[in-house]
């Protein structure tokens, strides 16, 4: 009865998700806030932003999302790879003072969902 207890225990510990650790980022009203995350389009995965930004109440005013494909440093003459890693970056305005927290999902075009806490990120946006 006391290992069924155990066992008990464990399980419901270990299949409890760990709580979604929030990134700060601090910028000045009338700032430019850029958030990056790393990207690899070929395997057919894209962020999005899952935080809905009302015009007109919202801290922040999206601007666009752009794709860096990284740059080899080892040998000039190397170029970027097709299918190759690199970054995709948003860009905010920052028109209100306060705080928002803005959650970026990773996932295909037809799943409905991220598929596990890997492909979400949180950052929390502070504008003094």
Same mark, same amino acid.
């Given at each position: 009865?006391?290992?069924?207890?155990?066992?008990?225990?464990?399980?419901?510990?270990?299949?409890?998700?760990?709580?979604?650790?929030?990134?700060?980022?601090?910028?000045?009203?009338?700032?430019?806030?850029?958030?990056?995350?790393?990207?690899?389009?070929?395997?057919?995965?894209?962020?999005?932003?899952?935080?809905?930004?009302?015009? !007109?109440?919202?801290?922040?005013?999206?601007?666009? %999302? @752009?794709?860096?494909? #990284?740059?080899?440093?080892?040998?000039? &003459?190397? $170029?970027?790879?097709?299918?190759? !890693?690199?970054?995709?970056?948003?860009?905010?305005? %920052? @028109?209100?003072?306060? #705080?928002?927290?803005?959650?970026?999902? &990773?996932? $295909?075009?037809?799943?409905?969902?991220?598929?596990?806490?890997?492909?979400?990120?949180?950052?929390?946006?502070?504008? #003094?």
């Amino acid at each position: 009865m006391i290992s069924f207890a155990i066992l008990l225990v464990v399980m419901l510990t270990t299949s409890q998700q760990p709580p979604r650790e929030r990134t700060q980022v601090k910028a000045k009203k009338d700032q430019a806030v850029l958030i990056d995350l790393p990207d690899t389009p070929s395997t057919g995965y894209r962020w999005e932003l899952r935080t809905p930004l009302e015009e !007109g109440s919202s801290i922040l005013k999206f601007e666009e %999302s @752009v794709y860096e494909a #990284e740059e080899k440093q080892t040998n000039s &003459r190397e $170029r970027k790879k097709v299918g190759g !890693g690199g970054k995709r970056i948003f860009k905010f305005s %920052s @028109v209100n003072k306060g #705080e928002i927290d803005l959650e970026f999902v &990773r996932r $295909r075009p037809w799943e409905k969902e991220a598929a596990n806490e890997e492909n979400t990120r949180v950052f929390h946006v502070v504008i #003094e």
